[in-house]
């Protein structure tokens, strides 16, 4: 069993930084493949950001690129997502998600693809 604990967000103004963590269990965290997903109220979860576990490869969705960026530390069993110049519409829950047993330079963006999940944090950000 994998347990994800997500850490650090908040309410902040729009322009503002957050930096979300992930932090994961398990001694294999080097073969996961992991992920940030965001859901907001009335609307369809979407991944914002993916690495592989190989190779470190990404991916961002469109409106958040140039603005997020995804990293992992295997040392630390940790994933962030640096998130600046926040908007209004980045307000969210936002979740971390993995994939376990991967070892390889594949990124997902399909949530069903993800076997353990986050509780999630609360980002909000006022205009």
């Known amino acids: 069993q994998v347990q994800l604990v997500e850490s650090g967000g908040g309410l902040v103004q729009a322009g503002d930084s957050l930096r979300l963590s992930c932090a994961a269990s398990?001694?294999?965290?080097?073969?996961?493949?992991m992920g940030w997903f965001r859901q907001a109220p009335g609307k369809e979860r979407e991944c914002v950001a993916a690495?592989?576990?190989?190779?470190?490869?990404?991916y961002y969705a469109d409106s958040v690129k140039g603005r997020f960026t995804i990293s992992r530390d295997n040392a630390k069993n940790t994933v962030y997502l640096q998130m600046n110049s926040l908007k209004p519409e980045d307000t969210a829950v936002y979740y971390c998600?993995?994939?376990?047993?991967?070892?390889?330079?594949?990124?997902?963006?399909?949530?069903?693809?993800?076997?353990?999940w986050g509780q999630g944090t609360q980002v909000t950000v006022s205009s």
């Open positions: 690495i592989s576990s190989v190779g470190g490869r990404t």
């Open positions: 398990g001694r294999t965290f080097s073969n996961y493949a």
């Open positions: 998600a993995a994939r376990t047993r991967d070892s390889s330079i594949t990124y997902y963006t399909n949530g069903d693809l993800y076997n353990y």
